[in-house]
């Protein structure tokens, strides 16, 4: 019995021993499978890429996240502002029917169309149309001199004129258009061919249509009824 004493401590003893040694292992390899918690830098306004959770975000990133946004919607708001800016004054300075680049084409078209601005300038398809000449000789477009104003009775007169050449001779062409108030669209009021040594040719002239006939005879110089 004596000897049995001695004998079952020091069992108990390495039992202790062995169960120390099981236990700090599994905590060693509990330690190693668990992923580090990384800290990750704080979000402000110029750095806020979008990857942190907005639940993750304190109150001040939060904030900085939203100064971003609100940024960046207003840079797009603005411009798409200016795009349709841009898209209008397109529309109205060159494709709409009453703007000035199609009046002036329309007015070339009409001029090369004419029997009498063949003959006084060359055939339609030599005929060339141009502004006003300006300082830069290598300038292509030239600008056409137009100006729009109003009458007693409130409509729009628009008035243009622009040179054109041809193998024959050159002159300028003059434009009087006035807006109708029921259409507003212009009309013709009169367009005009003036060349050098000729005498000024009237492609529309609507106060010549608006001149009444005479009745009767005329008779020694005299007009009777």
Not at 46 to 52: A, I, L, P, S, Y
Not at 59 to 82: D, N, S
Request: glycine fraction near 8%.
């Amino acid at each position: 019995m004596l000897l049995l004493k001695p004998l079952n401590a020091a069992l108990a003893y390495q039992v202790r021993l062995c169960s120390a040694s099981i236990v700090c292992a599994y905590s060693t390899q509990s330690g190693l499978g668990r992923a580090p918690v990384a800290s990750r830098k704080q979000v402000t306004v110029t750095n806020d890429d979008g990857r942190v959770n907005w639940r993750e975000l304190t109150v001040r990133e939060k904030a900085a996240r939203t100064t971003q946004k609100t940024f960046h919607l207003g840079i797009i708001l603005t411009g798409l502002v200016m795009t349709g800016g841009v898209a209008y004054l397109l529309y109205t300075d060159v494709f709409a029917t009453d703007s000035r680049t199609s009046i002036f084409s329309r007015a070339v078209d009409e001029v090369r169309a004419s029997p009498r601005a063949q003959e006084a300038l060359g055939p339609a398809n030599k005929i060339r149309a141009f502004g006003e000449p300006t300082w830069n000789r290598w300038a292509r477009a030239r600008p056409i001199a137009s100006s729009i104003r109003k009458d007693g009775n409130g409509r729009d007169h628009l008035l243009m004129h622009f040179n054109v050449d041809g193998p024959l001779g050159d002159g300028v062409v003059n434009v009087h258009m006035i807006k109708n108030s029921t259409t507003s669209e212009y009309e013709y009021k009169y367009l005009t061919l003036d060349v050098k040594g000729q005498a000024t040719i009237y492609l529309r002239n609507t106060d010549a249509k608006k001149k009444p006939k005479a009745s009767g005879f005329r008779l020694f110089g005299a007009q009777w009824r």
